[in-house]
């Protein structure tokens, strides 16, 4: 394989693509209206998947219709979602065989998700220290996805080119996020469906899929 068609790094998406957190969201957010003598739906939950976490704090306030401003919304969704994570972490078929193939490459990765550290905190200690060369978390940028900003932090932090890396998501947020930033993207779809585009490639699982080989048949077809 050539060295160009090595992916210089790999950007994984967290919640719904390495762990499936989704369903602890939506509980957490159900428990939060009825608390507070809100309303919610699965619909309302499922629109809020790969968002930046303070946008998702004003849609609750929004459509949930309870008096709090976002960031109180955020921190008691993040009490309620750490305390599940810490009992448990939900890791996604494949997922931690994926990243250790790649370490055994030594292709870096980072970790590029809009959950605050505090929540990212219990999962990355269930991982080798060495998992993750840059973490990038929702309360590290300005601009959370879809804009391209956490991706592009991602790879300065690496050191390497954002059109040189494979991104692995699961929503369209991520993956307009991903590709604004000028990355491959694998799509693995999990909770909601994930629509076409020019940069992007779909695959069932990641429990058979080689990364390397998704970015390499990419990168073969590039103009």
Known sequence: MAETSLPHAVLWDMDGTLVDTEPYWMDVEFEL???????WSREHALNLVGNDLIESGRYIREHMGIDLEPAQIVEELLDG???RVVDEVPWRPGAVDRLADLGEREIPCALVTMSYRRFVAPILSALPAET???IVTGDSVSRGKPHPEPYLKAAALLGVD???CLAVEDSNTGARSAEAAGCMVLVVPNHVP????GRRVFAESLERTDLVEVFAGHWSHRD
């Open 132 to 134: 993750f060369g840059a």
């Open 33 to 39: 209206a009825a608390r507070h003598g809100g309303r």
């Open 81 to 83: 979602v750490v305390a």
């Open 162 to 164: 954002a059109a040189y």
């Open 194 to 197: 994930v629509l076409d585009g």
